[in-house]
């Protein structure tokens, strides 16, 4: 029952995703207090996608390694819905929206740094924890995809769930904009 480096790494990179989490929460910025909160932000989404994908992760290893060898029928049903769950996860949510944030915020940010990432921010925001709300992301889900073997669903499944997302996304976030 040895562990592998990649079961280290996700356990690492899961306390990693709490810390930027804990740190960023604790921060007093004007728009935590403002419609809704943090989660008004893509990054802080998608850093809360990341922590509950490398959670399942860090769930899947020890559930492997306790159930490994059991012959229990029922828990090894049970690994392979949280296999798939994690799967799932990765292939609709944690990569797309992962990569998306990376590349648009730094794309925009070389572009025009006020309009993404005004000045005034570097007062609250440390330089630290912003390379791990937009950088560390990236990195990390792409070791993950070269470190494990994964199942992906469908196409039209991956495409269906990333679409609504999306879409959910701006309506709320519009709707905000208006009633502003």
Known sequence: MALVPSQVLRVAILLSYCSILCNYKAIEMPSHHTYGGSWKFLTFIDLVIQAVFFGICVLTDLSSLLTRGSGNQEQERQLRKLISLRDWILA???FPVG???VVVFWIIYAYDREMIYPKLLDN???GWLNHGMHT????FILIEMRTSHHGYPSRSSGLTTICTFSLGYIL???RREREA
């Open 124 to 126: 609250f925001i440390p």
């Open 136 to 139: 560390t992301v990236l990195p």
């Open 92 to 94: 609709v949510l944690a």
């Open 172 to 174: 709320w976030y519009g």
């Open 99 to 101: 990569v998306f944030v």
